[in-house]
């Protein structure tokens, strides 16, 4: 399942992850209000849509004008940008020619940036492990990347057994050709988004960009998470985050509970207390297998008791 980039901020600020601050509007006069209480003097105008490649795409509406990412320097440019973003088609390499309407808008404060990093985290299926992928090159597409340069894209798989360690973070930061104090910025930035993949039960986060501030900092400029369907049923408030209007109705039933009970709180805590620690997961996957055995039983007995 997919969420919106401001969704996605608002759940890695809660494990610390550096983000900068924004609002969601959904009319002109609320993203200016949004723009007010944030205080500029930039603020960037973010179309809400689940496709990449807002930025470099264009509205059917204006073709030759801007894109679906803008800077703007003035109150009044945030509103009449909003008005005329708002209810348009935005087409983008990711939308396919149809596009989709945007029906949101993240106001967000505007970023001095000194450099374009990116970094993504997934479940690599032929190991089992979470790899971190970094690459200097920001801001463009990964694929495109991995295709012309794979040479530039780091990737560091983490041993279940260990977790992330600080060497990784180090071995990382200064890969991305970090030094001083950013290296110490980037690893607690890494930390942190390790931390809420694992806990939010995350398929894939993407940063990109991952941005060097003029001062120093290391924040997340754009913020992609896609969660595990089959763990959704685990973590009720990002499943309330779901926007259907942004779904294709075929995968819209994907991942939800099938059968007449879905799982009630008391068994997913079955699950956690098990394992002890996520990480554990992947440590044996015959164990696992067994264990899923031992909750399938749990929860057929917790569904016969209620
Ligand atoms: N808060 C900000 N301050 C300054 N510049 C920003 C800010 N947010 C985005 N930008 C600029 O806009 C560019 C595009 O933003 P972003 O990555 O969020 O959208 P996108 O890449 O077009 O969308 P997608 O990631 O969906 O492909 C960034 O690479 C960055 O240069
Ligand atoms: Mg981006």
């Known amino acids: 399942m997919n969420i919106h980039e401001y969704q996605a901020k608002a759940l890695l600020r809660k494990y610390d992850v550096a983000v900068p601050e ?23 105008v973010k179309s ?3 496709a990449g490649g807002r930025g470099a795409g264009r509205f059917a509406n204006d073709p030759d ?48 940036i000194a450099r374009e990093l990116y970094l993504g985290m997934l479940v690599d ?21 991995a295709h012309r340069t794979p040479e530039k894209i780091l990737k560091v798989a983490i041993d279940p057994a260990t977790g992330l360690q600080p060497f990784h973070t180090r071995q990382i930061a200064f890969g991305l050709g970090l030094s001083g104090k950013q290296v ?13 993949f694992v806990e939010l039960d ?22 992609k998470l896609n969660f595990d369907d089959n763990a959704l049923y685990r973590h009720p408030d990002i499943e309330a985050l779901r926007d259907e209007d942004e779904e294709d109705p075929a995968d819209r039933d994907r991942g939800r509970p099938r059968g007449p009970t879905p799982p009630t709180p008391p068994c997913v805590r079955v699950r956690t207390r ?4 996520v990480d554990r997961r992947w440590t044996d996957r015959r164990q696992a297998q067994r264990t899923e055995v031992t909750i399938g039983q749990r929860l057929a007995q917790c569904r016969a008791a209620t």
Not at 27 to 43: M, R
Request: aromatic share 4%; net charge negative.
């Open 274 to 277: 098990r394992f002890g620690s």
């Open 65 to 112: 004008g801007k894109g679906g990412v803008r800077v703007v320097k003035s109150i009044d440019d945030v509103r009449e940008n909003a008005r005329k973003m708002l209810s348009s088609v935005l087409v983008t390499k990711q939308t396919g020619s149809s596009g989709r309407e945007v029906k949101r808008l993240y106001i967000e404060e505007g970023c001095d």
């Open 48 to 50: 809400q849509i689940h």
């Open 125 to 145: 299926r032929a190991s089992s492990r979470i790899t971190i992928m970094a690459s200097t090159e920001g801001g463009m597409e990964i694929e495109e990347v």
């Open 22 to 44: 924004g609002r969601v509007a959904f009319d002109a006069q609320e993203a200016a209000d949004a723009a007010q209480a944030l205080g500029g003097p930039v603020w960037v």
């Open 202 to 223: 995350a398929s894939v986060v993407e940063v990109n960009p991952l941005v060097v501030t003029g001062s120093g900092d290391v924040i997340s400029l754009d913020a």
């Open 184 to 196: 110490s910025a980037a690893s607690k930035f890494i930390a942190a988004l390790y931390q809420a």
